[in-house]
């Protein structure tokens, strides 16, 4: 099974940015639509972010204009820039492989990573 690997969260100040990375291997990112999802505490995973294998993007409303989704097929990495955070955003994000794009339901099956903690606060 493919392993990914989320990296780049932290503690950031409301209106700051943060990258966030998920490390693949071999041809999965160019194959595969993929999405970044999150969780806070109490809540439902829900997808913020995703990209199709040929390049389209789609992200949540409560994201547009502050969060970008690309990838590197040549390091393997899918990114997450992450623009004007707000405290709402605080959750652990998690990549994963998406079906159905653009609606990239939560996967219900396979593995997840341990994602990354993103906390944005004063």
């Known amino acids: 099974q493919e392993r990914l690997v989320e990296s780049g969260g932290g503690l950031v100040q409301p209106g700051g940015s943060l990258r966030l990375s998920c490390a693949a291997s071999g041809s999965f990112l160019s194959i595969n639509a993929m999405g970044w999802y999150r969780q806070a505490p109490g809540k439902e995973r829900e997808l913020v972010a995703a990209i199709s294998a040929g390049g389209s993007r789609t992200v949540a409303d409560s994201v547009k204009g502050r969060f970008t989704i690309s990838r590197d097929n040549a390091e393997n990495t899918l990114y997450l820039q992450m623009n004007s955070l707000k405290p709402e955003d605080t959750a652990v994000y998690y990549c994963?492989?998406?079906?159905?794009?653009?609606?990239?339901?939560?996967?219900?099956?396979?593995?997840w990573g341990q994602g990354t903690q993103v906390t944005v606060s004063s």
């Open positions: 994963n492989r998406c079906t159905w794009y653009p609606s990239c339901p939560v996967p219900n099956f396979g593995s």
